[in-house]
């Protein structure tokens, strides 16, 4: 069993290792201690389902506000009471893809963010024997490859969910260039997969944790997301 320190100095070598070789858009960085705030409220299996709700609208805003720095904004002119300005706004559509189910729980939050963004869905269910995805639900409007396409998957372990999802918008007609990941708990194999076949598409998340078990459960995790938030535990 390793201590709670140890997995805290082994976390932060394997993120700095992945930045290191580039394989992370650096997000790790930013707004650090109120990701680790609340991430310990995720990770502590004794959080009530209510803290674990709240604690996920708190890293969903954080990492939406991380999203946008990688999204096309143009200037406007607008008038405050005292003088003209210049500020931003969109320039793009926004696709979020929740991948069904624990996509679902960063939803809310990214929709306060995006408000006018388009949501397709995906559903993949993960063979618990073999790890493997199997596609079961997907509905996606048409892509004309001009917008951005901001992918939810709270936990990212193997990769090959995420890998397979990344296909079909290609084949569908994304901007490969054009879509950022969004997870709140990484797994260095998912990232790995992601980059390997993937190299532009951009990942942003709150941890990368050292490992899977072998039931492919990101260690030290958090457990299972959707289950914690949904309460079906
Ligand atoms: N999905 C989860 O919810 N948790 C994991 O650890 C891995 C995949």
């Known amino acids: 069993m390793k201590s709670t320190k140890m997995i805290t100095a082994i976390l932060a070598c394997t993120q700095t290792a992945l930045l290191a070789n580039g394989l992370l858009v650096d997000s790790q960085n930013k707004m ?16 009530s389902l209510v803290d674990y709700r709240k604690a996920t609208d708190s890293i ?18 607008a008038q405050t009471q005292l003088a003209p300005f210049v500020g931003l706004e969109f320039d793009t ?5 929740p991948i069904l189910r ?13 408000e006018t963004a388009r949501v397709d869905f995906v559903g993949l269910a993960r063979d618990e024997q073999t790890a493997q995805a199997h596609w079961y639900y997907k509905n996606f409007g048409t892509l004309t490859g ?11 372990a193997t990769g090959g969910t ?22 709140v708990v990484c797994a260095p194999d998912g990232i790995e997969k992601i980059k390997t076949e993937f ?25 299972d997301f959707g289950d914690r938030y949904f309460g079906t535990e």
């Open 93 to 97: 559509n926004v696709v979020l893809v």
């Open 199 to 223: 190299p532009n598409v951009k990942i942003i998340t709150v941890s990368v944790d050292t490992h899977l078990n072998d039931k492919k459960f990101i260690v030290p995790g958090l457990g």
């Open 32 to 47: 650090r201690n109120a990701k680790q705030l609340f991430t310990t409220i995720l990770r502590n299996k004794n959080t």
């Open 162 to 183: 995420a890998v397979e999802v990344l296909r079909k918008l290609k084949t569908s007609g994304a901007n490969m260039d054009k879509i950022i990941f969004v997870s």
């Open 146 to 156: 001009n917008e951005y396409i901001i992918i939810l998957d709270p936990m990212l």
């Open 60 to 77: 969903a805003s954080i990492l939406a506000c991380e999203a946008m720095d990688h999204i096309a904004l143009k200037k406007v002119t």
């Open 102 to 114: 624990s996509g679902l729980c960063l939803l809310p939050t990214f929709l306060r963010y995006f």
